[in-house]
């Protein structure tokens, strides 16, 4: 339940919705239940204030003005004098302000809760110049495959956090590793190996993250759709969608950047290569839809 009241905030347009259903649903209870209905009404008011926080105070004020008067025409029976009215207006005018109130400080900390994700990749990312806003690209071109696939949009959220994090385990690596020129030895690719597990393990008690998937994009972005990639060797469909999704868009940021030992691979090349390796190294539609995504928009 507290999950898909959090998943309603990142969407304001579900609360919307919800007005609209419960101005129908007040009128259909109005035939049947015509004194036990006030509770619609307040409802009615917090919905507005969620789904429109944006909007104009006038818009507010008109709207929530409207719904008072429509507690009136429906319970007639309510209207005792001029100041039970005003009382009543001004009751609901302060529930729908509440309710915008609540929703821009939510709005606020998850903006802030980005920024501060996007400081400490940029950190991250700073450490390599050949790497340098490598989580920013993954996370754009994840959030933009997300899309290409139709997913719902609290879950494209979830998948572009998950690409600005996905590499947080790396903030671990000594930087010798990080930056070395040539070919990393068997030992220090193992070492590079672990930062998936560092970064899950960094990030492992922020419950929003794992409820969203965040970490399983960490820990699983580095697994293969045959079973031969790390730190579990998931195979398939046991690598979390998220994850599958996130390990394309992180490989093609990698190919069509330019790093110490080699510069940046062509577009057609990297395409073809992605292509070559689905059911391999990449979940088979995945891989189509991303190849897709660049036939739509060459």
Known sequence: MLNTLKNWLTQPVYFRYALGITI?????????????????????????????????????CVCSTL??????????????NITTFFIHLFTYHIIT????????????????????????TNALDSRDKYTYNHSENVAKYSLELAKK????????????????LHDIGKIGIPEHILTKPGRLTKEEFAVIQQH????????KHISHFRHTGVLSIILYHHERYDGKGYPNGLKGKEIPLYARIVAVAD???????????????????????????????????IAEHFIEMYQDHP
């Open 196 to 203: 998936p597990k560092i970064g899950h393990e960094t990030l």
């Open 251 to 285: 490989t093609f940021d990698a190919m069509t950047s330019r790093r110490t030992y080699r510069n940046e691979l062509d577009l057609n090349y990297t395409l073809n290569e992605i292509s070559k390796n689905k059911g391999t190294q990449f979940d088979p539609d």
């Open 24 to 60: 129908i649903v007040t009128i259909s209870l109005h035939l049947f239940l015509p004194n036990d209905i006030y509770t619609f009404f307040i409802l009615a008011s917090i919905f507005l204030g969620m789904g429109f926080y944006n909007a104009s105070v006038w818009f507010l």
């Open 67 to 80: 719904i008072v008067f429509a507690r009136y025409y429906f319970m007639p029976e309510a209207v005792t």
């Open 97 to 120: 302000f509440i309710s915008v109130g609540l929703m821009h400080n939510y709005q606020k900390t998850r903006r802030d809760q980005l920024a501060l994700i996007k400081a400490l």
């Open 149 to 164: 696939m139709n997913l719902p949009k609290d879950q494209c959220d979830f998948i572009y956090t998950g690409g600005l």
